[in-house]
Nanobody, 121 residues
């Protein structure tokens, strides 16, 4: 399983970024794919997940209404459109496979390297 996140950068509060996750090494269509983030000194936070067959999305409360997850199975790619960014969204964002919600928390079976998102105030 290989997952490569990209698209991070520096943006002002209120701005937007779109992250991409390119996947390889497995049957992409069969897996739910999602995103989690890790900020310095904070616990890992599951951000979003999109189902394999139904494409049903899940969002953490902290990003609901601002972030949109989507997938393009023909390109083996998942996207995370992030709008109305806030300084508290600053973190390294990772994409992961086999995401599922357990007791309201997103967990992931595997993940790749992340991409840094920095939101300035």
């Amino acid at each position: 399983v290989q997952l490569q996140a990209s698209g991070g950068g520096l943006v002002q509060a209120g701005g937007s970024l779109r992250l991409s996750c390119a996947a390889s090494g497995f049957t992409f269509d069969d897996y739910a794919i999602g995103w989690f983030r890790q900020a310095p000194g904070k616990e890992r936070e599951g951000v979003s997940c999109i189902g394999s067959s139904d494409g049903k999305p899940f969002y953490a409360g902290s990003v609901k209404g601002r972030f949109t997850i989507s997938r393009d199975n023909a390109k083996n790619t998942v996207y995370l459109q992030m709008n109305s960014l806030r300084p508290e969204d600053t973190a390294v964002y990772f994409c992961g496979a086999e995401c599922t919600v357990v007791a309201g928390t997103l967990i992931f079976g595997s993940w790749g390297q992340g991409t840094q998102v920095t939101v300035s105030s």
